[in-house]
C-alpha cells in the first residue's frame, strides 16, 4: 500500500531528472491498482439503495403530512398540457407526456386553476372531465390530483428503486465472493 503524499512525490519527481514522466506514470498506476482493489461496488450500490429508501420514505411522509391538512374539492380539467420529454425511448424518439390543467373552487369561492405533478405517455382525462382534487387551504396553489399515482407513486417508485439497487448489490456481493473463493 502506498503511503505517500502527493508532496512526497512531487519532491521524488525533482530527484528523478532523466525521467520524470515514466516515474510519474509509476506512481499514479500503484496507486489506481490499490484504489481498484479497496473499490467496493456491492457497498456502493447498498448505499444508493438507502439514499432511494430514504427518499421513498421521505415523500411518503411528506404526503402523509399533506394529507392531513388538505381539503378535498371537485375540479374539473379545463386543459391537456403536453411536454416533451428531452430524453428519448428505446426507439431513439422523444416522448411525450400529457398532464390535465384542473380548475377548482376553494371553499371562499376563489377559482383555482392548476397543473396536476404526474402525467402520462397518453392522455388519461380530457377537457371537461370531473375530478376530486386536495389542497391546502393556507395556498390552494398547492394542489393534487386525488388518486393513487398522484399520491403516493413518487415514494413507491424510489422504494422501487431502492429494492432493485439492493438486488443488484446482492447479485454484485456474490460474484465477488464466488471469485474470491475460486481464486
Do not use: C
Request: aromatic content about 12%; proline content about 4%; overall charge positive.
Amino acid at each position: 500500500m502506498i503511503k505517500q503524499s502527493y508532496g512526497l512525490i512531487v519532491m521524488q519527481l525533482f530527484r528523478q531528472k532523466q525521467k520524470p514522466f515514466r516515474f510519474l506514470l509509476s506512481v499514479f498506476s500503484q496507486k489506481a491498482k490499490h484504489m481498484k482493489k479497496s473499490f467496493d461496488l456491492p457497498r456502493l450500490v447498498r448505499f444508493a439503495a438507502t439514499l432511494f429508501f430514504a427518499f421513498g420514505f421521505g415523500w411518503a411522509i411528506h404526503t402523509w403530512s399533506y394529507l392531513d391538512d388538505a381539503l378535498r374539492a371537485d375540479g374539473e380539467v379545463v386543459d391537456i398540457v403536453a411536454i416533451e420529454n428531452t430524453a428519448k425511448d428505446s426507439d431513439k424518439q422523444r416522448q411525450t407526456l400529457y398532464f390535465p390543467v384542473v380548475r377548482f373552487m376553494t371553499r371562499d369561492g376563489r377559482a383555482i386553476n392548476f397543473q396536476a405533478g404526474t402525467g402520462s405517455q397518453s392522455p388519461i382525462h380530457s377537457a371537461g372531465d370531473p375530478v376530486t382534487i386536495l389542497y391546502n387551504p393556507e395556498a390552494p396553489e398547492d394542489a393534487r390530483l386525488d388518486d393513487f399515482a398522484s399520491l403516493w407513486g413518487p415514494a413507491l417508485a424510489m422504494a422501487a428503486m431502492g429494492a432493485f439497487a439492493l438486488f443488484l448489490s446482492h447479485l454484485l456481493q456474490k460474484r465477488r465472493d464466488r471469485k474470491q473463493t475460486l481464486s
